[in-house]
């Protein structure tokens, strides 16, 4: 039998406090409507077993993942009936799996909905296309014998600009109005994060925040709403005296300029931290800004300790992850963000 397991030198902390915050904000901003939850890629990386629970007794009813996979995770924390799985039926096996979870597939084609019709059908949710050319049935389809004979709990559509002012949003939102017209269904849903922000008309009776719950804010409605949730530190494996001349890291891309204290840290582009971070973004200490020295590795990144000298191996440093700003730093999208982060954080 092996030992315990020593403790990973990556931590990712959840604060469900501010998560609750986010849902509930997003739920006021919904107006009439209720808000769901969309927690597909495991909580968009944070972690379902954490995050499922908050959302749940914060006050969600409704849950979008996107695969099957993500179902069984889901069933420990909320009710079947509650979750809707996004990418909807592509086998018989995927239909007799729904049918006895009792979870419900997102229907997006009149292939998926012949396929859960043959299965003996049930309570699902229909995507509508409305100009994001994703997923979803087409105008075209609506008078199809499988999608009216659908039983439709959500009516949904999924806007592709909603973060910006785009003509498209106005043009999806009369589209989503034509398919509400023709298809009768429970409850309809059309706005994600972004879509909340664009007012009222997009709110319909269940909307669909993700982003936004893990602290993005991908319209600037939502900035003083929302707040930050995933707090990240990583341990410094060996603190290194660097003469001037000296270089760090691969391909020699920083040169020491003056007698330097640099930090080896136990994070890497394997944990999701990209080599995008390198040469701009900065480590943490109280307050304190420890610069990154050099490109980021696998499992590494080097920084500077001058404005924190008294670090030493083993202690535990920051990474700041406000997303809009490490957006607005390293090029990536507040999604890529949070979901690329890897596996080796203990997550708390």
């Known amino acids: 039998m092996l030992p315990k397991q020593p403790a990973s030198s990556l931590r990712l ?65 909320v009710a079947p009936q509650q979750i809707s799985v996004l990418h909807g039926p592509l086998t018989a096996d995927d239909c007799a799996f729904a049918q006895a979870t009792g979870v419900k597939p997102v229907i997006n084609s009149r292939f998926q909905a012949k396929l859960w019709r043959e299965a003996g059908n049930g309570p699902c949710d229909l995507m509508v296309d409305t100009g994001m050319n994703r997923l979803g049935i087409s105008p075209a389809d609506f008078t199809d014998a499988d999608i009216a004979g659908l039983d439709i709990d959500i009516l949904l559509s999924h806007l592709a600009s909603a973060d910006d002012e785009s003509p498209l949003n106005a043009a999806q939102l009369a589209r989503f109005g034509h398919a509400c017209a023709a298809l009768p269904a429970r409850s309809r849903s059309l706005a994600n994060s972004a879509g909340i922000a664009l007012g009222k008309d997009y709110l319909f009776d269940v909307t669909r925040p993700g982003l936004s719950l893990y602290g993005g804010i991908p319209r600037p409605e939502l900035a003083g709403e929302i707040r930050p949730v995933a707090v990240i530190e990583a341990a410094i494996i060996q603190c290194r005296d660097l003469a001037p001349g000296e270089t760090v890291g691969y391909n020699a891309t920083f040169t ?23 040469g701009k973004g900065a480590l943490s200490s109280d307050g304190a800004k420890l610069p990154l020295l050099g490109r980021v590795s696998m499992d590494m990144v080097a920084v500077d300790l001058a404005a924190a000298p008294h670090l030493k191996d083993g202690d535990w440093i920051g990474v700041p992850y406000a997303l809009p700003e490490a957006a607005q730093l390293t090029g990536l999208s507040q999604y890529e963000l949070l979901t690329i982060l890897g596996q080796r954080f203990e997550r708390t």
């Open 13 to 77: 902390r959840l604060d469900r406090s501010a998560l609750s915050h986010n849902w509930r904000a997003l739920d006021r901003l919904s107006g009439g409507a209720r808000a769901g939850a969309a927690v597909k890629a495991n909580a968009y990386g944070l972690g379902v077993d954490l995050a499922v629970p908050t959302l749940r007794d914060a006050g969600a009813r409704d849950f979008f993942i996107a695969h099957w996979s993500e179902v069984p995770a889901l069933l420990k924390h």
């Open 256 to 278: 020491v300029d003056r007698p330097m204290r640099a930090g080896i840290v136990s994070l890497g582009y394997a944990d999701g931290f990209l080599r995008a971070w390198g």
